[in-house]
């Protein structure tokens, strides 16, 4: 009995002595401590994110300058005339970035990266990177859109998107051809430039006419040493395009 009331006046005592703030205090500090934790730990991940991000910045601005190129850390004109030509996947805080630009095979070439955030249901997410490099055109053209087939063209068939027929079945099979003109992509894509897209070691890579830029992009950040392939193919392409088809087809750029 002594042993219970003595219980019992501890715990009087103790609700005597410890006020309602101070017992809030207590019982919140842990979860206070783990909270400034998280946030600490996601803003140094982020810095260091930032900071790596800043170096690739400055070794691809440093290729530039060795190259005789040039380097613009942000090009946001080049998304508002690209974004509505190239079917780019997209999300939160789209931007273009790192654009290099110079002569390779005595053609203007550029390259950049664009970027944006890609929040996956699940509350996560995280910056995509993708590589882009373009070929200036001496004349404006019709869109027109180049994939390799895949899973996600064969659904999107499905789901009423229909892709242009050109003929013959293999090549149907293995590219994807997308445009608001039929007859225009017709036009381009004639048996020669069909042999140098089926060719094995032609890149297989999403195209794009847009406007008077020839586009094509992959995902990863730009390395200028692995690009000569992608600037070479847009090249193949431009070349092959027939002669009558930028006379009837073409604008001024």
């Known amino acids: 009995m002594n042993a219970v009331l003595a219980g019992a006046d501890s715990e009087e005592w103790l609700a005597a002595t410890t ?3 101070e017992f809030v205090t207590k019982a ?12 600490l730990i996601i803003r140094w991940a982020n810095k260091r994110q930032r900071a790596k991000w800043q170096r690739d910045a400055d070794q691809l601005a440093a290729w530039a300058a060795a190259h005789g190129w040039t380097y613009e850390a ?3 004109d080049l998304f508002e005339r690209w974004r509505n030509r ?33 929040r996956d249901p ?15 055109l001496p004349m404006t053209l019709p869109g027109l859109r180049l994939y390799p087939e895949s899973i996600v063209s064969t659904v999107a068939r499905k789901l009423g998107v229909h892709d242009i027929e050109i003929g013959p079945a293999e090549f149907d099979q293995a590219w994807s051809v997308r445009s608001d003109d039929e007859a225009f992509a017709k036009a381009v894509l004639t048996p020669p430039l069909q042999q140098i897209l089926m060719a094995s070691d032609f890149p297989r890579r999403s195209f794009s ?3 008077s830029d020839l ?15 992608l600037f070479d193919a847009l090249i193949a392409i431009a070349d092959a395009i027939p002669g009558w088809v930028w006379t009837a087809y073409g604008q001024p750029a």
């Open 215 to 229: 586009v094509v992009w992959r995902r990863g950040k730009p390395d200028p040493e692995a690009l000569g392939p």
């Open 122 to 136: 699940d509350g996560g997410g995280g910056t995509v990177h993708v590589t882009v490099c373009a070929l200036p």
């Open 19 to 21: 006020s309602p703030g």
């Open 86 to 118: 190239v079917n780019w996947e997209t999300g939160a805080d789209q931007r273009v970035k790192n654009y290099i630009s110079g002569h390779y095979r005595d053609r203007v070439v550029a390259a950049c990266e664009y970027t944006f955030y890609d």
């Open 209 to 211: 006419l847009a406007g």
């Open 74 to 76: 942000e090009r946001p």
């Open 28 to 39: 919140l500090l842990p979860l206070i401590l783990f909270i400034a934790l998280v946030v």
